[in-house]
């Protein structure tokens, strides 16, 4: 029994949206990171669906830590649907299952491995990508999409119209420039493959995605404006807010996903976005709206900030008009995505 109020909102919106049509039934997809925020959610939408509409559908999960998995999928544990694969994404695949669909999640996104750990970054991404479309190459009839970042696009100084085919700047001498190259590259290695090889597969830009799931031990950015807001107490920003961030909602996310494991163009790239709002602006929304003007934003800069991984700053807005005309209709805006991922971690005590 699912206990969270807001995940089970998100998973029969999914329903609805996704799996209502039937497209997938009867068929196994195999979610990589699955563990992760959005790997997690999309395997609980497909099993959800298993569940309320028998869609019937195996989903392999593939998961470093199998007792984590256990934890994280324990509302389905019963489950005849659901195989978890201990894969070595870097070694050649081979499932028991004939696989139809991949979303391939995996990556290393915490700031501080990206500069103590670059070189790990960047083959985790490439290695892993490979050997998801080698496997492609001998069951040539499976479709995939590779979850991308918006930080592919680098900085693009007051680009507030960002479509996919716009390209910025990557300091390469950075080493946390390590995530934004892998992302490059491994869009370019699956559409090397899709163009030589005749391959399905596509790739999801998404914007930073949160809502219901997030652990509560989240400390990115969103998270601790977040818990300012529960806890009252003032928000701290360690830089000027200057820089733009692009924003979706969990659910949002996995619906353009799925429409895009669906109907995506092998080949191409999609932005997956929603709400846009520099981080001051946020964080004063956050103040106002999720605190009841309780709280107060404060700046303070810390001396080794250049030491810290904080992404370059940013100033752009993403443009998802291309994942829209293939039907992606978001609901949730920004202030929404506060207050549904507060709730989801109250529920849970």
């Not at 001498?173 to 491994?186: A, D, G, N, V, W």
């Not at 869009?187 to 493959?193: D, F, K, Q, V």
């Not at 005749?198 to 995605?209: G, I, K």
Request: proline share 2%.
């Amino acid at each position: 029994m699912i206990k969270d109020k807001v995940l089970l909102e998100d998973l029969m919106f999914l329903n609805e949206k996704v799996f209502n049509s039937g497209y997938f039934n009867n068929k196994t997809i195999l979610v990589t990171g699955a563990t992760g925020l959005v790997g997690s959610l999309i395997v609980k939408s497909i099993l959800y669906a298993n569940q309320e509409l028998n869609s019937n559908i195996s989903v392999v999960a593939s998961v470093r830590n199998i007792e984590k998995a256990n934890l994280i999928f324990s509302d389905f544990k019963h489950s005849e649907h659901l195989f978890f694969a201990k894969a070595d994404l870097l070694q050649l695949l081979d499932f028991e299952q004939k696989v139809d669909f991949i979303i391939h999640t995996v990556s290393i996104t915490a700031s501080k491995e990206m500069v103590d750990n670059p070189t790990g970054v960047l083959l985790t991404a490439f290695e892993s990508t490979k050997q998801l479309l080698e496997y492609m190459k001998l069951n040539p009839e499976c479709r995939m999409v590779y979850i991308s970042s918006m930080e592919y696009y680098g900085q693009l100084f007051d680009d507030h119209n960002v479509t996919e085919e716009k390209l910025g700047y990557i300091d390469m001498s950075k080493p946390r420039s390590s995530y934004p190259e892998s992302k490059r590259i491994c869009e370019m290695l699956c559409n090397s493959y899709a163009s030589q090889y005749n391959l399905n597969v596509c790739s999801a830009r998404l914007a930073q995605t949160f809502g219901a799931g997030v652990p509560f031990s989240d400390n990115r950015v969103f998270a601790q404006f977040a818990k300012s807001a529960m806890n009252k107490t003032n928000i701290i920003l360690h830089t000027t807010g200057k820089s733009e961030g692009n924003y979706c909602y969990t659910a949002d996310a996995v619906y353009g996903i799925f429409i895009l494991l669906e109907k995506g163009v092998r080949g191409q790239s999609y932005n997956v976005a929603n709400s846009h709002s520099s981080i001051l602006d946020m964080a004063n929304m956050v103040a106002e709206k999720i605190a009841n003007n309780q709280i107060k934003v404060e700046v303070c800069i810390p001396e080794n900030a250049a030491s810290l991984g904080y992404a370059p700053e940013v100033r752009m807005k993403l443009n998802s008009d291309k994942l829209k005309a293939l039907g992606w209709s978001p609901l949730i805006s920004l202030e929404n995505m506060f207050k549904r991922m507060i709730i989801s971690w109250e529920s849970k005590g």
